[in-house]
T-cell receptor
Framework: GAGVSQTPSNKVTEKGKYVELRCDPI?????LYWYRQSLGQGPEFLIY????????DSGLPNDRFFAVRPEGSVSTLKIQRTERGDSAVYLC????????????FGQGTRLTVV | DAKTTQPPSMDCAEGRAANLPCNHS???????VYWYRQIHSQGPQYIIH???NNETNEMASLIITEDRKSSTLILPHATLRDTAVYYC???????????FGKGTRLHILP
């Protein structure tokens, strides 16, 4: 596609449930990033992939959060035992990779935990 | 944490130049100055970046002081569509992630 695509655009889930958020990066982009954004705040870094491997997962808040990118393209952010505090917009971005930090962001997935 | 400081909000009249300041008190010699913006309900969008020299593209101009401790993003003729939160970021090209601060919320007044 022309840009970064995130699905679903909105997700409402009950506290304690498991959710998966999907990101389709721009074709050919080797770097992929996940961010989380709460109301009134800037995006908060979660994890960065270079190819299939997680190069930096220092932003994941705890072990309930996990992300994969098995074929170096599509990525899935997985949240176990969701809590109300996980409610936020989850943003995905991709770039050509190291040495090129112009990142292209998707529209985000708005996650609401009730 | 973000290393740059920006005013939390600014107003600009439609059609006038919007000048957004940023302080880079801890910028190192090999870090670039990047600017992104985020329009309501959208993901951040790259605007421009520079190292030492002033830069201009179709969206904006970037002025970097000689000591590189501050920069100014200039939108030459602001329109209502420029209403957004603007983020300045210090970044090495080999860095693996962008760290956002709170940015400046720019209001364009009709």
């Amino acid at each position: 596609g022309a840009g970064v695509s995130q699905t679903p655009s909105n997700k409402v889930t009950e506290k304690g449930k498991y959710v998966e958020l999907r990101c389709d990066p721009i074709s050919g982009h080797t770097a992929l990033y996940w961010y989380r954004q709460s109301l009134g705040q800037g995006p908060e870094f979660l994890i960065y992939f270079q190819g299939t491997g997680a190069a930096d997962d220092s932003g994941l808040p705890n072990d309930r959060f996990f992300a994969v990118r098995p074929e170096g393209s599509v990525s899935t952010l997985k949240i176990q035992r969701t809590e109300r505090g996980d409610s936020a917009v989850y943003l995905c971005a991709s770039s050509l990779g190291p040495g090129n930090t112009e990142a292209f962001f998707g529209q985000g997935t708005r996650l609401t935990v009730v | 944490d973000a290393k740059t400081t920006q005013p939390p909000s600014m107003d600009c009249a439609e059609g006038r130049a919007a000048n957004l300041p940023c302080n880079h008190s801890t910028i190192s010699g090999n870090e670039y100055v990047y600017w992104y913006r985020q329009i309501h309900s959208q993901g951040p969008q790259y605007i421009i970046h520079g190292l030492k020299n002033n830069e201009t593209n179709e969206m904006a101009s970037l002025i970097i002081t000689e000591d590189r401790k501050s920069s100014t993003l200039i939108l030459p003729h602001a329109t209502l569509r420029d209403t957004a939160v603007y983020y300045c970021i210090d970044l090495m090209n080999r860095d693996d992630k962008i760290i956002f601060g709170k940015g400046t919320r720019l209001h364009i007044l009709p």
